[in-house]
């Protein structure tokens, strides 16, 4: 959470300009953006709001699309999930397949062992 929060503060350059960049915004109109996202709060400010936020299921709205961040995750949610559940039991197939070469052996070993000499 910490280097969520570090990750967006010390990124160079102003948020700012991706929301409102200077060629179509009046500075008066760029301060604006930077009220309703709280950008213009000291850091530790900032960062005790992301906090608050982050424990109440308020992750804030995209500077981009400006659409709450938690329902945009949660519209990627079963994408994300069917590639996770897949790559799951790709990875389970390969540790089988590749597995595979000692069970000749093994089964040798057992049927082996269960016949008297």
Same mark, same amino acid.
């Given at each position: 959470?910490?280097?969520? !929060?570090? /990750?967006?503060?010390? =990124?160079?350059?102003?948020? %700012?300009?991706?929301? &409102? +960049?200077?060629?179509?915004?009046?500075?008066?109109?760029?301060?604006?953006?930077?009220?309703? !996202?709280?950008?213009?709060?000291?850091?530790? %400010?900032?960062?005790?709001? *992301? %906090? &608050?936020? %982050? !424990?109440?299921?308020? /992750?804030?709205?995209? *500077?981009? =699309?400006?659409?709450?961040?938690?329902?945009?995750?949660?519209?990627?949610?079963?994408?994300? /999930? =069917?590639?996770?559940?897949? &790559?799951?039991?790709?990875?389970?197939? &390969?540790? !089988?397949?590749?597995? /595979?070469?000692?069970?000749?052996?093994?089964?040798?070993?057992?049927?082996?062992?269960?016949? +008297?000499?």
């Amino acid at each position: 959470m910490i280097i969520v !929060f570090a /990750l967006r503060v010390v =990124t160079p350059g102003d948020p %700012v300009d991706q929301i &409102a +960049p200077t060629n179509s915004f009046t500075e008066e109109q760029r301060e604006e953006v930077r009220e309703e !996202f709280g950008l213009n709060k000291p850091i530790p %400010v900032q960062f005790l709001d *992301y %906090v &608050a936020g %982050v !424990f109440t299921g308020d /992750l804030g709205d995209s *500077y981009i =699309t400006r659409e709450p961040v938690l329902d945009s995750m949660l519209k990627r949610l079963p994408v994300s /999930l =069917t590639i996770c559940l897949g &790559a799951v039991l790709i990875g389970l197939i &390969a540790v !089988f397949a590749v597995n /595979l070469h000692w069970l000749p052996a093994f089964m040798f070993t057992i049927i082996n062992s269960n016949f +008297p000499h």
